[in-house]
């Protein structure tokens, strides 16, 4: 079958990220990142950059709106549970579709414009619909609150299948296995891996080469006899799509959607895991939203119980004056240590975390081979 | 008519702020190329300069009368700043006036600010493509406003106006209206006049300097200026320099209208970014236009006049305007071609 | 509910598919699963989770709460001097933690965001194994929060949360509310509200545009009506909208009499100043005062407004000025440890940490329905607001309700606010039902 | 037979008359050069013939069909290629790919999600892209990223990339513009050989070095007119010409 023909390294790549995601609460462990609730965010906000990736690393247009889709996603899950099944598969395939339909028609307006004119007019929509559904739309989204489910909600196809939850809040379950912990997470990381061998298709077929000329030149694109418009808008709903997918699996893993996901930081924060980790390659964004959500998570935890445990081979001075360093950067300082993050990235590493690894493993070949060969610069088409 | 008269009032006065931010937002994107999204950060910084010049003229005597207690049981603080112990009368007149005072302080502090941002970091991304800037200078807000909540706390700081300034002038009676019917705070027109007469400044000193001339040409064509032998570079720190203290000296006298908090840059980011591109990128007449322009709409926006027709359009007019400008005029309200559009 | 078991399960043949077996993480080992309920502790400590903001708005509120909560932690350990133990009326606390168990704590950012709070919720609970989470500094928060704890099976003591819907429309079996209430804040506003500027007024309002804002405005109508006044407006304002000038404008002419800002954080500091700022505190109007009411004060946001908030009535859960034996314990040893008096967010949070701690002693038990149960209809005092009783129809305490003033002299930068009436509980109390909602049956989770 | 027809065309920009009754006739097979001075309406021509710019009367005529009003994407499809003054290219691409985008525009056409297939697996085009770079001489550069190529060889690949779509008429801008001597040599080698395959060309040049050596045929454009349309032999004494554009200097 034509569908597995992937190049030996994408190959190698491929089964690398399966591995190492299916492996993830194992190998996460050790960093305090290998609980059910951080994993399933890693997995989701990896699917979420790598959509954006397809709109921003190939046909470089910088999108400023897609937590709108992502948020859209969220309500259209959430409600089907209520109204349907709590079933997570109808809620994934509507989430999905919804984030793809107003991923089409928010495009078709936006992508009229070019360059910060077209950044602008993503954030203006993705903004009004957070305006909105923080406070006029509440009927719908339940605004500040978030949609939440209730005992009383219809479901209608649980109800016509005989299915009773009794007077205990549902929770999202797969044929009786709870969408919650760790079968959530897998739930998640299936997605994950499905979207990153889409995404592989994508990088390396005719599609994938024509969304990059987008990014190269789109006049000349033009003169060459290809209607740019359809591709960028087909690049802009595959993102959607993702995201509206990644909006759908918040909701399935924690049946919540609040109207802040749609935020213009939300839509931010998905530009940066995708810049950080690295725009244009295969694999960059989601180690990008992986390092943003452990940053979130993980540094924000540290408080000066913890730091004083950390310190206490110090002694007290030194002990106290070390926590008090720290905790600059930690516990609620942990803002502080993303910027400066943020900021070293870019001026030490423009092509992101992906850059380098890309430097360090050619300083390693560069050792094995005795310095010898200059061919670690790479092929810019190839890499991942 | 008086309300609408009123709105328009309202308008105008958070139109200065915008107008004022966008202005130097604009002049950093037509001279050095460069998407500063720490544009918010300085408008911050300005009001942060109010805050911490007051604090320092307030610095306190601390006496401790052991007669009294608080309430938790520890000796009584008393506190009195030195400027009045040393002062008397003279310097508490100094401390009420803190907010103008410190415009003072603001001009070197926020040139100086500008210069080492441009220099220690800014000038490195000229050549880079835009998400690395917005990425830089977005890590750069973060940075700076952490630093200042670790000094000055979330919560935010007031920073009230002269006594003189803290009423109302009733100057309605003279466009023919009834007594009390058109009177405004004396602080928000002193803030309009402030607007004005900044932005006034910096188009004359563009307009009419060698200085601004060579800068305008450089907006223009920074290659064939380039050529000329002149150094563009330097000149461009300046620029950079005086936008920064524009949105730095915006964020200080809106001070007594709006408490100064560290997230308060953030808030205005999106909005001073909308407004430069409904204006148009490059464009310092068009940002001020825009300004002055989404800041009426926006005060007609919440009437309840129009929330009955449209409810919640006061929520989205500034997004709304923003989506049909750019839809009927591609490039802004007065922007040119090829800025910014790759 | 048997969730534990399927991952254990799924995750044993996952490793196994994958050929990892080697060095089997603690995760898995260290969860015993033949026990009733999630985080049940087994060892000689119990593990609270903190989860206040700590960046964005309410920072500084949520670094109050913090402290409070380490102040509790170490009251109920036997550190310091005891604060409010010693005048809390149950005496079943001996200041060597809860059933034999050491207190710990670990904390989190809520961010004041529904996703990023129940995120750190989470990760308080799945990782760092959690018994209760508590803390907050806004109702959105507190309702995705108080749901989250009824899934996962742990009780959540509600931080600073003032919408009706947390522990009505909204409430929960694990949830639970010492903070009173946007419909106790209109009972007990509207006779003072009454006697101080008289029944024939007419009220404007500026409320926030989203749920609490929205039940404020509710509130606060139900109640100025019912004493006569009448409202002339009631407009929405975007959240975080800043300048409030074209909002405040209509209500110059507009003929009322009183405004009504139902704002809360920057939102009320904003709008209060500008209020102010256009005259309106010094207004007449019919030739009566204008007067302004912020129906929600905060010491600490009051703080943020300076004088402007001279002589605006509003209502409060606690401030430190209250000179009952309670109030005074813990001023004093929350004024010693950190140097200036606590918030009513600190006050809150530190009632809710000891309630919880007494609740779990008296039923010698950390389950949720066994500590629920001795939560219920539990009646205390000594904790600041005279005689309280914890609801067990809706889980809400009901206690009596401070309403206050800005303070025309203060006397340091602390002393914003003055008591102005205590309204007693009688007067505050409303049927469960009048809210709605559904308590739904206690989650205990599984180990 | 004449494959592309311009009649009667006229052109305004505010009060500039760009193009004032412009008629043309390109016979299928032959390099037709368009010479005049600056200013005199050569690049709006062009951009007219490739759907940058509408006239304001008048036809232009591809292959029977009329070219007004159609974007430049379906005039490419249509049969018409365009080279560009500056060598437009896909600068971050490398040059397999700069000429299989080309290959695959001419194979799917204007839009196509041909999303499963890889590159790679194509492999007929492939050996396309790499007959039509080493036809050019640039094949041994296939993996390069074509923005760092010489100007010369920038020029080359995107007359590859016009070349491997077959076209029925290929449009030059100043091909050798800003080129060194020896450069523009190759270039007018190039064409040559180009010509020699039989593709219908436009050429708009200023150097006459150039034109002589390649056109079967000139027009000649002043101030929006055609003046003279006549073979290069004739152009050379013409008097008119040497007026209007060479301000009476000798050849």
Redesign the interface.
């Known amino acids: 079958m034509k569908l597995l023909a992937m190049s030996r390294n994408d190959i190698l790549l491929f089964v690398g990220f399966v591995i190492f995601t299916l492996a993830g609460p194992i190998i996460l462990e050790p960093f305090g990142a290998g609980y059910p609730d951080l994993l399933q965010k890693f997995a989701i906000f990896g699917i979420f950059a790598l959509g954006f990736n397809i709109l921003?690393g190939l046909t470089g247009y910088?999108s400023f709106g897609h937590a709108a889709f992502l948020g859209a996603g969220s309500y259209t899950a959430v409600w089907t549970f209520k109204l349907f099944s709590m079933n997570p598969i109808p809620a994934i395939i509507l989430s999905t579709l919804i984030g793809g339909i107003f991923a089409a028609a928010i495009g078709f307006?936006s992508l009229?414009?070019?360059?910060?004119?077209f950044s602008?007019?993503t954030?203006?929509?993705a903004?009004?619909s957070y305006?909105?559904a923080?406070?006029?739309l509440t009927p719908i989204t339940n605004g500040e609150t978030g949609l939440q489910l209730a005992q009383s909600d219809p479901r209608v196809l649980d109800v016509a299948l005989g299915r009773d939850y009794g007077a205990v809040l549902p929770s999202s379950d797969f044929f009786g296995l709870e969408m919650t912990g760790y079968p959530g997470f897998y739930f998640c990381a299936i997605f994950l891996i499905i979207c990153f061998f889409i995404k592989i298709r994508i990088f390396r077929s005719p599609f994938g080469l024509m969304l990059r000329a987008v990014k190269s030149n789109q006049n000349r694109l033009n003169y060459t006899g290809v209607n740019s418009r359809p591709y960028d808008l087909s690049a802009f709903i595959i993102s959607g799509m993702y995201a509206g997918l990644a909006g759908g699996l918040l909701a399935v893993t924690d049946p919540l959607a609040g109207a802040e996901r749609m935020q213009?930081?939300a839509s931010?924060e998905v530009?940066?895991m995708t810049?950080?980790g690295g725009?244009g390659t295969l694999i960059g964004p989601v180690i990008g939203a992986g390092a943003i959500k452990y940053f979130e998570n993980i540094f924000s935890a540290f408080n000066d119980t913890i730091l004083m445990n950390a310190f206490s081979f110090l002694p007290e001075v030194l002990q106290s004056a070390a926590v008090s360093v720290t905790s600059?950067f930690v516990g609620e300082?942990w803002?502080?240590t993303?910027?400066?993050?943020?900021?070293l990235?870019?001026?030490f590493l423009?092509g992101g975390l992906m850059e380098g690894f890309k430097r360090i493993s050619a300083m390693i070949k560069k050792r094995m081979n005795g310095g010898s060969d200059g061919s670690a610069s790479s092929n810019p088409t190839t890499s991942a | 008519m008086?309300?609408i008269f009123?709105?328009v009032?309202?308008?105008l006065?958070?139109g200065g702020?915008y107008a004022l931010i966008a202005l130097g937002l604009t002049l950093i994107f037509g001279t050095l190329g460069v998407?500063n999204f720490a544009h918010g950060a300085l408008f911050m910084l300005g009001a942060f300069v109010a805050v911490a010049f007051k604090s320092i003229l307030s610095l306190e005597q601390v006496t401790i009368d052991p007669t009294r207690m608080?309430?938790?049981?520890?000796p009584m603080e008393i506190r009195q700043p030195f400027v009045e112990v040393w002062f008397g009368d003279l310097g508490a007149t100094v401390l009420e006036y803190s907010v103008p005072f410190a415009i003072l302080a603001a001009i070197p502090t926020m040139l100086f600010i500008g210069l080492v941002m441009e220099r220690g970091?800014i000038q490195?991304f000229y050549k880079?493509p835009?998400?690395?800037q917005?990425?830089?200078t977005?890590?750069?807000?973060?940075?700076v406003?952490?630093?200042i909540?670790?000094i000055f706390?979330?919560?935010?700081?007031?920073q009230?106006?002269p006594e003189i300034a803290?009423?109302?002038i009733d100057f309605g009676v003279a466009l023919g209206f009834d007594a009390g019917?058109v009177?405004y705070?004396a602080?928000?027109l002193i803030y309009f006049l402030f607007s004005l007469s900044v932005i006034a400044v910096v188009f004359a000193f563009l307009q009419f300097t060698t200085f601004g001339m060579v800068v305008r040409a450089g907006m223009a064509d920074r290659e064939t200026v380039g050529l000329l032998g002149i150094d563009i570079d330097r000149r461009f720190t300046i620029v950079f320099g005086i936008a920064a203290l524009v949105a730095g000296l915006a964020g200080l006298m809106y001070t007594?209208?709006?408490?100064p908090?560290y997230?308060?840059g953030?808030?205005f980011l999106?909005l001073s970014?909308?407004v430069v591109?409904v204006g148009g990128?490059g464009s310092l007449s068009g940002a001020v236009l825009a300004g002055f322009l989404l800041g009426i709409l926006?005060?007609f926006a919440?009437?309840?006049e129009v929330?009955a027709i449209f409810?919640?359009i006061?929520?989205?007019i500034i997004?709304?305007i923003?989506?049909v400008v750019?839809?009927v005029r591609?490039?802004?309200l007065m922007g040119r071609k090829g800025v910014?559009?790759? | 509910m048997s969730k534990f078991k399927i991952n254990r399960r799924t995750l044993l043949k996952g490793s196994a598919a994958l050929g990892v077996g080697l060095a089997t993480p603690t995760i898995f080992s260290s969860k015993a699963w033949a026990a009733g309920y999630t985080n049940e502790p087994k060892g000689s400590t119990v593990t609270f989770g903190f989860n206040v903001p700590q960046t964005?708005?309410?920072?500084?509120e949520g670094?109050d709460e913090l402290r409070a909560y380490e102040l509790a932690v170490e009251h109920i350990n036997g550190g310091g001097d005891g604060g409010m133990l010693n005048t809390f009326s149950s005496k079943e606390l001996k200041g060597n933690g809860i059933n034999g168990k050491k207190v710990v704590f670990v904390t989190g950012d809520t961010q004041t965001k529904s996703d990023a709070a129940r995120a750190s919720a989470k990760r308080m609970i799945e990782k760092d194994g959690a018994i209760m989470i508590t803390g907050g500094s806004s109702s959105g928060v507190a309702i995705a929060v108080q749901g989250l704890c009824q899934d996962a099976g742990v009780i959540f003591m509600a931080g600073l949360t003032h919408s009706n819907d947390t522990t009505g429309k909204d409430k929960r079996a694990n949830g639970f509310r010492h903070f009173f209430n946007t419909e106790m804040t209109g009972a007990a506003l509207g006779p003072v509200l009454k006697n101080a500027f008289g029944a024939d007024r007419t009220a404007y309002h500026l409320t926030a545009?989203y749920t609490w804002g929205w039940s404020q405005e509710g509130s606060i109508k139900k109640y100025t009506e019912q004493i006569g006044w009448k409202t002339a407006?009631a407009?929405?304002?975007?959240l975080?909208a800043?300048?409030f000038?074209?909002?405040i404008?209509?209500v110059?002419?507009s003929g009322a009499d009183v405004l009504v800002l139902n704002h809360y954080g920057?939102d009320m500091?904003?709008s209060l100043?500008?209020a102010v700022?256009?005259?309106l505190r010094d207004k007449q109007v019919n030739g009566k005062d204008f007067a302004i009411v912020v129906p929600l004060y905060s010491r600490?946001?009051a703080?943020?407004?300076?004088?402007?908030v001279k002589g605006i009535f509003g209502s409060t859960n606690w401030h430190?000025?209250l000179q009952d034996e309670g109030s005074?314990a813990f001023?004093?040893?929350?004024?010693?440890k950190y140097?200036f008096?606590p918030s009513q967010a600190a006050h809150t949070t530190y009632c809710q940490a000891l309630l919880y701690a007494d609740a779990c002693q008296r039923a010698g038990t950390f389950m949720p329905s066994g500590v629920g149960a001795a939560l219920e209809g539990f009646k205390f005092d000594g904790l600041g607001n005279g005689p309280t009783e914890y609801r067990a129809e809706d889980h809400q305490c009901f206690k009596d309700v401070l309403v206050v003033k800005g303070k025309e002299n203060p006397t340091s930068k602390y002393d914003v606010l003055e008591v102005v009436e205590v309204t007693p509980r009688s007067q505050v109390e409303y049927p469960a039902s009048l809210l709605g909602g559904e308590l739904g049956p206690y989650n205990n989770g599984s180990a | 037979m004449s494959i592309l027809s311009v009649a009667n065309v006229n052109k305004r920009f505010g009060g500039l008359k760009a193009l004032d009754e412009v008629n043309l006739n390109i016979e299928a097979g032959t390099v037709h050069a368009i010479i005049g001075p600056n200013g005199a309406g050569k690049s709006t021509l062009l951009n007219c013939f490739v759907g940058r710019l509408k006239p304001d009367t008048g036809t232009v005529t591809f292959d029977g069909k009329s070219l007004l009003g159609i974007k430049p994407h379906e005039i490419n499809q249509m049969g018409v290629s365009r080279v560009f003054q500056t060598p437009e290219i896909f600068g971050d691409l490398t040059l397999r790919e700069n000429v299989l985008i080309p290959a695959f525009a001419k194979r799917d056409g204007a839009f196509k999600i041909n999303a499963w297939n890889s590159v790679g697996d194509e492999k007929d085009l492939e050996t396309k892209a790499m007959d039509m770079l080493a036809d050019l001489g640039i094949a041994e550069k296939a993996s390069d990223v074509a923005g760092q190529l010489s100007r010369g060889d920038k020029r080359r690949l995107e007359l590859a990339m016009c070349l491997i779509q077959d076209p029925k008429l290929l449009l030059l801008d100043e091909p050798t513009a800003g080129m060194a001597r020896a450069d523009t040599n190759d270039t007018i080698d190039l064409m040559k050989r180009i010509a020699e395959r039989g593709v219908t060309m436009v050429v708009i040049e200023h150097d006459m070095h150039v034109v002589f050596s390649l056109a079967d045929k000139i027009s000649v454009l002043a101030q929006g007119t055609v003046i003279v349309e006549d073979l290069p032999e004739n152009i050379k004494g013409n008097l008119k010409v040497q007026e209007a554009y060479l301000g009476g200097a000798h050849l």
């Open positions: 921003f910088l307006i009229r414009r070019t360059g910060i004119y602008i007019l954030l203006a929509f903004q009004m305006n909105l923080y406070s006029v213009w930081t931010g530009v940066l810049i950080l725009a600059l300082g803002h502080l993303l910027g400066a993050l943020f900021m990235i870019v001026i423009p | 008086d309300a009123l709105q009032l309202n308008g006065d958070k702020a998407v608080t309430a938790w049981g520890t970091l490195f880079r835009h998400a690395d917005i990425l830089v977005f890590g750069l807000a973060i940075v406003q952490e630093i909540k670790s706390g979330a919560n935010p700081i007031p009230p106006a803290k009423g109302m019917n009177v705070p602080w928000r007594p209208i709006l408490s908090d997230h308060m953030m808030d999106v970014f909308v591109v990128m926006q005060s919440s009437m309840n929330k409810p919640g006061d929520q989205i997004y709304l923003a989506v750019l839809l591609p490039r802004g910014m559009e790759h | 964005g708005a309410y920072a500084d670094a545009d407006a407009v929405r304002t975007p975080g800043g300048d000038s074209q909002y404008t209509p110059l002419n920057r500091v904003n100043t500008q700022q256009f005259g600490l946001m703080q943020g407004a300076g004088e402007n430190w000025s005074k001023v004093k040893s929350f004024g010693q140097g008096p």
